[in-house]
């Protein structure tokens, strides 16, 4: 009996043993796999910032002088610990990958401490949408992508999200509709060019509501009230 108990000791011992091990080996090897998923996400990363700078590159003019090229095609020190609103001075270096005409690479630049979102709306440029109310009152507000120009150079980033008032048109002119409303408004003619066709036809067949609705539309079209049927702005 003592033979078998001590058999067993051994045994259970073994099995703890041989358990303990398996269990390192396998912390190890999810340590090592997670230790790869990480590099691998660090290259990810890498590329994408490769693959912004490649982007850049090649939006940028090869025929053109050092000195003219946009701001996006330099790297520039830029002091973020400036004074709002003070010109500062700075060196900028033509990117490595970009190529233009001229020897020198290594520029003097002039800009405003500001971040890009400050710049004024003539400074930039904005992604217009056709979907929203241009005539509504108020008027629609939207968010869009809006890039400042190539001869900026600002603190940030290029692009920004900027909420802007609906603004857009197509190619309806006020003046065109005002004319036709008095010379044609009997007949609907306003109406059908501004797109309101169920108005037009209502027009058509009263004879400008005989009279009354064509004076009524004159009155609206000069005030600017009625304007084109999509919610566009007049041109």
């Given at each position: 009996m003592r033979c078998i108990h001590i058999n067993i000791r051994q045994a259970v011992?073994?099995?703890?043993t041989f358990l303990a091990n398996n269990i390192q080996t396998a912390d190890n090897s999810i340590k090592s796999f997670a230790g790869e998923t990480k590099g691998n996400t660090n290259i990810s990363d890498e590329t994408k910032d490769i693959g912004k700078q490649s982007d850049t590159v090649l939006k940028c003019p090869t025929n053109t002088e050092c000195k003219d090229l946009p701001m996006q095609c330099l790297e520039c020190d830029l002091n973020e610990t400036c004074v709002y609103?003070?010109?500062i001075s700075?060196?900028?270096r033509v990117r490595s990958q970009v190529k233009c005409q001229g020897p020198n690479k290594d520029l003097t630049k002039k800009y405003l401490c500001r971040y890009c979102y400050q710049t004024e709306h003539w400074e930039h440029s904005c992604d217009l949408k056709a979907t929203c109310d241009s005539v509504a009152s108020p008027r629609d507000i939207y968010i869009t992508n809006c890039t400042v120009n190539g001869d900026v150079l600002c603190?940030?980033?290029r692009t920004f999200n900027k909420r802007v008032k609906c603004s857009w048109t197509r190619g309806c002119r006020w003046y065109t509709a005002l004319a036709l409303s008095i010379t044609l408004g009997g007949f609907g003619a306003d109406r059908f060019y501004l797109g309101h066709w169920q108005?037009?036809?209502?027009?058509?067949?009263?004879f400008g509501g005989l009279g009354v609705w064509t004076i009524?539309?004159?009155?609206?079209i000069s005030l600017h009230y009625l304007g084109p049927a999509d919610g566009s702005l007049y041109l």
């Open positions: 011992f073994i099995l703890l609103g003070r010109e700075t060196k900028c603190l940030g980033q108005e037009g036809i209502g027009k058509l067949f009263s009524i539309d004159v009155i609206l």
